[in-house]
């Protein structure tokens, strides 16, 4: 497939990806009486947090239609990994509102893709941005799913689960920051996410979960920053 062939296959994927909420009903969040056990998860951000679905659909769609126009090679090496997770993504909402258990599977399809895609981008914002929130966003996604079902079939109390998951989501945001081509883009996304947590987590309030999203997001913040401050460092 060649590059331009593969770009405008990934802006297709992109708008598609944007209209599935509107098809399929949207998705605020997994429901209790999704699963056998009707319990809540803390670790499931407040609802409004998923708005920032919307920003991450515009975002993509932009950074897809400059790929189309302008290709180049690092807008190549992007779009393979970015048309996978998107070609999986067209279809998660439905998944999600229906079969929690393959949502999840397919999560991870879409964040391990997405954060490849994200890794390999070039170092122009209009890539780098548009990846890196949803890259990050789905980082966080994946560990909520995985709270649910842990929840939601009985394996773990709701309070351990939710603390299993975000310190995983966590790890995994360190590592992601710590490697050399990281930058500030990945972590907007997941600190949003925690902010989301702890606002969730407010009313009752949860020390715990509060206190690790707290901390957890200022590591975020301060590994972003010290790697963005890197990168320039070496480009001077």
């Known amino acids: 497939m060649s590059q331009r062939t593969l770009s405008i296959l990934v802006l297709l994927l992109a708008l598609a990806f944007a209209a ?27 609802g409004w947090a998923f708005s920032i679905w919307g920003l991450i659909y515009l975002a993509l769609i ?4 400059i790929g189309a126009l302008r290709g180049g090679p690092d807008w190549a090496q992007a779009a ?59 980082t966080a ?4 799913a995985f709270s ?8 773990l109390p709701a309070r351990t689960a939710a ?7 966590l790890a995994v945001g360190v590592v992601i920051l710590a490697r050399p081509r990281s930058d500030w883009t990945y972590a907007p996304a997941l600190i949003w996410a925690l902010i989301g947590v702890i606002a969730a987590n407010l009313d009752p309030p949860s020390p715990t979960l509060v206190g690790l999203c707290g901390a957890g997001g200022a590591l975020i913040a301060v590994l972003a920053i010290s790697r963005s ?8």
């Open 20 to 46: 599935a909420p509107l098809l399929s009903g949207g998705f605020n969040g997994f429901k209790p009486e999704q699963f056998p056990v009707t319990d809540a998860w803390p670790a499931q951000p407040a």
């Open 141 to 144: 996604a994946t560990g909520v």
């Open 62 to 65: 932009g950074a897809a239609a």
């Open 163 to 169: 603390v299993l998951m975000l310190l995983a989501v």
């Open 80 to 138: 393979g990994p970015l048309g996978i997770s998107l070609a999986v993504g067209v279809f998660w909402i439905t998944a999600a509102n229906d079969a929690p258990l393959l949502a999840t599977a397919m999560i991870v399809v879409m964040a391990g893709f997405a954060i490849l895609a994200w890794l390999r981008s070039g170092p122009a914002i209009w890539q780098r941005l548009p990846l890196g929130l949803y890259a990050g966003w789905l």
């Open 229 to 236: 401050h890197a990168s320039v460092g070496r480009e001077r």
């Open 148 to 155: 649910a079902v842990l929840t939601g079939y009985g394996l």
